[in-house]
């Protein structure tokens, strides 16, 4: 009944030719998503990974322990001094996460593009 | 004395499973687009029972297959009122709201999110605990045409 979660890493460039890491999620971000998640953001060096967007455009189902995870790379990355922005988030989930308080610590945006270009 | 009007009834059971959630938020969306709800409010109503039926299956029935989630939808002319029902006492406490501050900081686990996001996302809610001889449940109820124009 659960889909997996897939996670595909790309990278692009920001205007001032700086890199920018996409984490393209896909499937549900649920519960047993930690591996996919966390898994991945932890495998990125800080150093080399300044700059991220979660993107979550072909995600199907997210639930609150999905949004827990997406927390707890937002409290990493803070540590670290890395910069989150999230994009591809339905309205519904843009409510959301504004309603928990994510948008506080990690800008959201319609696309990666608008997301990359902001950095 | 005016009676209640009648009541249509649609329930589904569920094994206490991870990842079954999805067929309560399929019949949910099913009949609140039947009742004319707006794309946001079925939106709204498969996340609060999504949480709801994942609290059922984790906190009430904790992951035990052989227990069962019910789930029953009450259609009214302008109510749909939806009860998850589980095998465990029920929530006696009512967790307060995230903070995210505190979440960031390591205050607080990232986790917590559910109760918060039921609340916020239908027009009522009520936690029932177990009487004895029954089962607790939870109780949400949405409106069509909010008359306060709640935006929710």
Redesign the interface.
């Known amino acids: 009944?659960?889909t997996d979660t897939k996670v595909k890493v790309d990278q692009a460039q920001d205007a001032k030719g700086d890199s920018i890491t996409i984490l393209r999620f896909s499937g549900?971000i649920?519960?047993?998503s930690r591996e996919a998640v966390i898994g991945t953001y932890q495998s990125l060096s800080p150093h080399d990974h300044r700059q991220i967007v979660l993107d979550f455009s072909k995600v199907e189902?997210l639930?609150?322990?999905g949004?827990?995870?997406v927390?707890?790379v937002?409290?990493d990355a803070?540590k670290a001094g890395q910069k989150i922005h999230i994009s591809g988030l339905?309205?519904?989930f843009q409510k959301?996460f504004t309603?928990?308080?994510?948008t506080?610590?990690a800008p959201l945006f319609s696309d990666e593009t608008a997301a990359g270009a902001a950095f | 004395m005016t009676s209640a009007p009648p009541r249509t009834a649609v329930e589904v059971r569920l094994p206490s499973r991870m990842g079954y959630e999805k067929v309560a938020m399929s019949t949910a969306a099913s009949v609140a687009k039947l009742m004319g709800f707006s794309p946001e409010r079925v939106e709204d109503l498969k996340t609060a029972i999504a949480e709801a039926c994942i609290n059922a299956i984790e906190h009430g029935n904790r992951f035990n297959e052989s227990l069962a989630v019910d789930v029953m939808l009450f259609i009214s002319p302008k109510t749909l009122e939806v009860r998850v029902a589980d095998n465990g006492l029920g929530a006696r406490v009512i967790a307060p709201p995230p903070d995210i501050d505190r979440k960031m900081h390591g205050e607080e686990p990232p986790r917590g999110l559910g109760m918060f996001l039921i609340r916020e996302l239908v027009d009522e809610v009520e936690w029932v605990t177990s009487s004895g001889a029954t089962g607790s449940y939870v109780r949400l109820v949405i409106r069509l045409g909010d008359p306060t124009g709640n935006p929710k």
Do not use: W
């Open positions: 009944m659960q549900d649920s519960s047993t189902y639930n609150s322990s949004i827990a995870l927390i707890q937002l409290i803070a339905t309205p519904h959301v309603m928990v308080g994510i506080r610590y």
